[in-house]
């Protein structure tokens, strides 16, 4: 059973930075198309970010590009995702999520396998 635990958020001022950290159990995490999602309270979950098994191809939703940027290390079965100039509209759980199914590296991924448990991030104005 793969696990994902998400862990770096917490409460921040608009316009501060958060880096959220998500490390996936397992020897395949290469394997893995890898996202970040968020709901905020009352909200649907939006995708927000997505990364190619590579590392080489990403994806994110308009209101956060260019404040925002998805990394990953293969070596340590880790995604991140650093946020900067955060605004209200921001806050929300974040969820960090895994998929084996192959992915053009444009728009959302239309289905992720494995979510973790997700990470609240609070913005204050």
């Known amino acids: 059973q793969v696990q994902l635990v998400e862990s770096g958020g917490g409460l921040v001022q608009a316009g501060g930075s958060l880096r959220l950290s998500c490390v996936v159990s397992?020897?395949?995490?290469?394997?893995?198309?890898m996202g970040w999602f968020r709901q905020a309270p009352g909200k649907e979950r939006e995708f927000v970010a997505a990364i190619s098994r590579s590392g080489g191809s990403t994806s994110y939703v308009d209101s956060v590009k260019g404040r925002f940027t998805i990394s990953r290390d293969n070596a340590k079965n880790r995604v991140y995702l650093q946020m900067n100039s955060l605004k209200a509209e921001d806050t929300a759980v974040y969820y960090c999520?895994?998929?084996?199914?192959?992915?053009?590296?444009?728009?959302?991924?239309?289905?992720?396998?494995?979510w973790g448990k997700g990470t609240l991030v609070t913005v204050s104005s």
């Open positions: 397992g020897r395949t995490f290469s394997t893995y198309v």
């Open positions: 999520a895994a998929d084996r199914t192959p992915w053009s590296g444009s728009d959302a991924p239309p289905h992720m396998d494995y």
